[in-house]
């Protein structure tokens, strides 16, 4: 069965930076588009970075451009979020998530396939 398992998470100081990993199983990557989405408490989901499976990605918080990255091996079946710049605001549960269809992932409703269990980010201003 497919599993995406996230790590990384953590707390830092306003500025700092993070890693977060998204290791996938059970599935061929190149065959899905990839997502990191974010979450607080009484809040919406939304999706911060997305990539396809080529490796072409789009940014959806505005508040993250240039400050995240995204990536994916897909020979080892992961994907990172390089977090630099980190502020207080983007203290929130992380998620993966997995589907075949951009749309998916890329318009709300999200409704991907796959999700991953969250990992933990706090930002200390």
């Known amino acids: 069965r497919v599993q995406l398992v996230e790590s990384g998470g953590g707390s830092v100081q306003s500025g700092g930076s993070l890693r977060l990993s998204c290791s996938g199983s059970g599935y061929t990557a190149r065959g899905y588009c990839l997502a990191w989405f974010r979450q607080v408490p009484g809040k919406e989901r939304e999706m911060v970075l997305c990539?396809?499976?080529?490796?072409?990605?789009?940014s959806s918080a505005g508040s993250v451009a240039g400050r995240f990255t995204i990536s994916r091996d897909n020979s080892n079946n992961v994907m990172y979020l390089q977090m630099d710049s980190l502020k207080a605001e983007d203290t929130a549960m992380y998620y993966c998530?997995?589907?075949?269809?951009?749309?998916?992932?890329?318009?709300?409703?999200?409704?991907?396939?796959?999700w991953g269990q969250g990992t933990q980010v706090t930002v200390s201003s």
């Open positions: 990539i396809n499976a080529s490796g072409g990605y789009t």
């Open positions: 998530a997995a589907d075949r269809s951009w749309h998916a992932l890329t318009s709300s409703p999200y409704n991907p396939s796959y």
